[in-house]
């Protein structure tokens, strides 16, 4: 069974924490001093369980007149099972329930078909480099009728 939720507790971050090493610099070669970048504590932190297991995290940034999307990350073990979605239709959902928008992110391009169908949408045709992967940036506006 696939559980969502809200980062309530620093056990719950540091299973966080362990999810986006192993994705991201052990996975994909993301040096640490990237990866950790001194953001979590002003960031919004959603974990998914799998069984009562830990197998998936995100966060929301909350910038100047937006929210940013970041560190979706899910084991590679449970890749392939929807579990991403599931994590960013949470996430829009909680948005929408706080009035959080727009919702910005920089995605990673091979992924970008995800977040297409989830409704964001390229803010420019500019792909660029983000610790030696390549990149996007998206945007989802307010849902309509949705007033922020």
Known sequence: MVSISVVKDAAQMARCLFI??????????????????????LCRHYIVLVDGVPVGTARYFFANGYIKLQRVAVL????????SKK???????????????PIR?????????????LGFVRRSNAV???????????EMSAPPGLKV
């Not at 449970?78 to 579990?83: M, S």
């Open 20 to 41: 986006r090493h192993h994705v991201f610099v052990i996975g994909q070669g993301v040096p640490i001093n990237r990866e950790v970048d001194g953001l979590d504590d």
């Open 76 to 83: 590679e073990e449970y890749r392939g099972q929807g579990i």
């Open 87 to 101: 994590l960013l239709e949470y996430m829009i959902q909680d948005a929408i329930a706080h009035q959080w928008f």
């Open 105 to 117: 992110l920089d995605s990673q391009v091979y992924i970008e078909g995800l977040y297409q169908k």
């Open 128 to 138: 660029f480099m983000d610790a030696g992967l390549p990149h996007v940036t998206m």
